[in-house]
Every structure is written in C-alpha cells, then in structure tokens.
C-alpha cells in the first residue's frame, strides 16, 4: 500500500492515535494498523471511528484495569506467555485447558480473541460454542485464520500453495494432512460457518480478507506472498453476541 492512499496521519510504521507510543510494533500491532488503513481505504470506516474505537479498547486495556485471562492447552505455550507476561506490568491468569471445554464462567467476558489458535485447531461447534457461552450478550468473538484457498490450492509434490484448486470445496471441515503425524486443522465453507455461528447465537460483523502487502515477505514456507497478494490466505472473523 503506498502511502498517499492512506487517511492523513495513519501511517504505517507507527500508531497514529498514540503517538506516545513509537516502539518497535510487536506482529499483532502492525497487524491491527494494517487491517484499519485497509477499512479506511475501502472506506468500510473512517478515521474518526477507529479514533473512537481505539479510546474504547484503550479504556479497556489491561493496564486501566481490564482483566485479561489467557487460555491454551499447551503448557509449554504458557510457560512462554508467563515468562512475556513478567517482563510488563500486566497481569493475567493462565489456563492450561482445551477451547473445546472451557472451565470460565457463562457471561463473564465482553472479548474472546484468537489469533492462529484454537479456533483453527477444535472442531467450530464445539470451540463457537464454548465462545460464545462464557461472552455476555452483546460480547465479541474475534479471530484469526487461514481460509479454505490455501488448502483447496495446496501442491502436495511441490508442498507449496499452486494456482490451481485441486481439492473440492464442498464438505470441507477436517484436514489431516500429516496423516496423524501433524496438526488436525478445521475450516469450513463460509456458509458454514455463518450457520455455525448463528446456532450459537452469533451474528457477523466483518470478515476482513487480507491482502498481503506489495513486496512482501514471510518467514513462513507453506505461504507464499505472492500468491498472498492475489487470493486471501488470511482472514479475520469478527461476531458478536446477540442473546
Ligand atoms: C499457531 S499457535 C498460535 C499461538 C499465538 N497466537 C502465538 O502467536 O503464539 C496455535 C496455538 O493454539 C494452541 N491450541 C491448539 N489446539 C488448542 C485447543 N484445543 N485448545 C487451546 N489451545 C489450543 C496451541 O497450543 C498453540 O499455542
């Protein structure tokens, strides 16, 4: 994206609404500010609302008080995100646990976000479910996730993502590529899980596609930018509770 496009003030290398803040972008910041300039250029928002939402969500950060509680079923993970977590200020319970059966109580969060994690790793009804049980009314699941393109266009001789579909779309829910060796992973055709969803009382808001950046780079080898900046390899759900 060149920069001329972007809304006066949002640039990319450093946050905009808090210019106090100009260290090094940890991956999931430089993430958000990409997604944000991407609504503002398709004009889905403007830059006065991401202004007001990021007041919100800094109203809400941890270090205002905001109690964030992290889950995954890796201890070895946590161990990592306990040793993070000691060099801030914040503070955050760790759960060693499988999204598929949460031990949080019903209602009790206003966010459940995942990036790359469980929701791409439990079978959808049993992860939304469990989402959407411990969110109130009116809370927001977000998440991360690779789409169906890259495993219906997958080279299993080259092992790289190809320009051609070579697997069906329809009936998609689990891939065991590594044959029991590797990770399991789930994806569904986009119907699915919007119904997946609803049966759980969630609605859409967004589906954000990514678009990889011109002259990307990546230090993952099962993607690949170019083919990135073509087909969506990403996306980002983003529902929210409505009873
Ligand atoms: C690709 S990593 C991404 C994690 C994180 N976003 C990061 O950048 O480090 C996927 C994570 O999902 C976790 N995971 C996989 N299946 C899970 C499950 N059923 N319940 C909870 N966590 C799970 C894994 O242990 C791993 O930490």
């Given at each position: 994206m060149s920069e001329h496009h972007?809304?006066?003030?949002?640039?990319?290398?450093r946050h905009p609404l808090r210019p106090d803040q100009d260290d090094t972008l940890t991956y999931w910041r430089a993430m958000e500010i990409a997604v944000r300039e991407l609504l503002i250029e398709k004009?889905?928002?403007?830059?006065?609302e991401v202004r007001a939402e990021v007041e919100t969500m800094d109203s809400r950060s941890p270090s205002d008080g905001a109690r964030v509680v992290a889950l995954d079923q890796s201890r070895g993970q946590l161990l990592h995100a306990r040793a993070l977590l000691d060099t801030t200020e914040v503070d955050a319970p760790l759960v060693c646990a499988s999204a598929e059966s949460v031990p949080l109580a019903t209602g009790s969060f206003d966010l459940v976000m995942c990036d790359h994690g469980a929701m791409s790793f439990c079978d959808p009804d049993r992860s939304v479910a469990e989402a959407a049980r411990v969110l109130r009314a009116g809370g927001r699941l977000v998440f991360s996730h690779t789409t169906p393109w890259p495993y219906l266009a997958w080279n299993f001789e080259k092992e790289r993502v190809g320009r051609r579909l070579r697997r069906s779309y329809f009936g998609i829910r689990r891939f065991?590529?590594?044959?029991?060796?590797?990770?399991?992973?789930?994806?569904?055709?986009?119907?699915?899980?919007i119904r997946c969803f609803r049966r759980h009382g969630l609605a859409v808001d967004d589906l954000v596609e990514l678009q990889a950046p011109e002259h990307a780079t990546t230090t993952y080898d099962d993607f690949d930018p170019r083919w990135a900046r073509r087909w969506p390899a990403e996306q980002i759900w983003v529902t929210r509770k409505e009873w």
């Open positions: 972007h809304d006066e003030g949002v640039v990319p290398h004009q889905i928002t403007t830059a006065d065991d590529d590594g044959a029991g060796q590797g990770t399991v992973d789930f994806q569904l055709p986009y119907g699915e899980w």
